[in-house]
């Protein structure tokens, strides 16, 4: 059955993907459009996003980042492929927003293959992802993870703009017009892998569950409480 809960994660990742997009769009477009302000922009958009939808979706507004999840066994396939689509809507969405801001339509700007892109982007990713797994991992509270998150991915974007746009997200690459496979999607997909994997095998508590959608500390202590209370009314009618 398709109820509020599944239907509030996709609008979440829908918007946050749109809105994350923009804000990129917005500056690099700009007469700002230097690699600091792009990813400060981005960091704070994301951090936002972060803090606002996380616990309706998980906030991943990155196929590269659900793809990795997948790998890592921490959603399902058909969860990961609802994710990606849906996405991959909200970053074209946001094309479509701009260009209708600006009333006119945009250039490509992706180029073509280059291995050097294709490294800056899996290298930028990896510290973005690798960055956000820690949050998850170590259960931070809401406003911890969006911070550490948002500051990850301002410090891939700044790696990765030595040698590329500095994108590390194939939805964003869609909507700013800078699809090539071999670089900003492919590029991205590889460095998110690495990142959530290596932080999940040598630097994550083996004992701490991974989850996508971290559970806030009220909830988590609600939860553990209830299996007590449920105890306590059996021996009282005992």
Avoid at 197 to 205: D, I, M, T
Avoid at 216 to 221: P, R, Y
């Amino acid at each position: 059955m398709f109820g509020r809960q599944k239907a509030a994660a996709l609008v979440a990742e829908f918007i946050g993907t749109g809105i994350l997009t923009l804000m990129i769009l917005s500056i690099q477009r700009s007469t700002i459009g230097v690699p600091f302000f792009v990813a400060a922009g981005a960091a704070l958009a994301l951090a936002v996003m972060t803090y606002v939808l996380r616990d309706s979706s998980g906030a991943h507004f990155n196929p590269a980042l659900t793809i990795a999840l997948w790998t890592a066994r921490k959603i399902s396939t058909i969860t990961g492929a609802v994710y990606i689509v849906v996405q991959l809507l909200g970053a074209w969405a946001a094309y479509g927003v701009y260009t209708y801001f600006v009333n006119t339509h945009l250039s490509s700007v992706g180029g073509h293959f280059t291995a050097r892109i294709l490294v800056a982007e899996a290298v930028g990713t990896a510290v973005f992802s690798f960055g956000m797994a820690s949050t998850v991992y170590r259960r931070l509270s809401v406003e911890s993870s969006a911070a550490f998150t948002g500051v990850s991915y301002m410090i891939g974007i700044m790696l990765a703009s030595s040698a590329a746009i500095g994108l590390l997200n194939p939805a964003v690459a869609l909507g700013v017009r800078a699809w090539v496979w071999g670089t900003y999607v492919l590029g991205p997909v590889i460095g998110a892998i690495i990142g959530v994997n290596l932080y999940g095998l040598l630097f994550a508590e083996p004992d701490k569950a991974f989850s996508s959608t971290p559970v806030s500390a009220g909830l988590a202590a609600a939860l553990k409480q209830q299996p007590a209370k449920a105890k306590k009314t059996k021996r009282a009618k005992k």
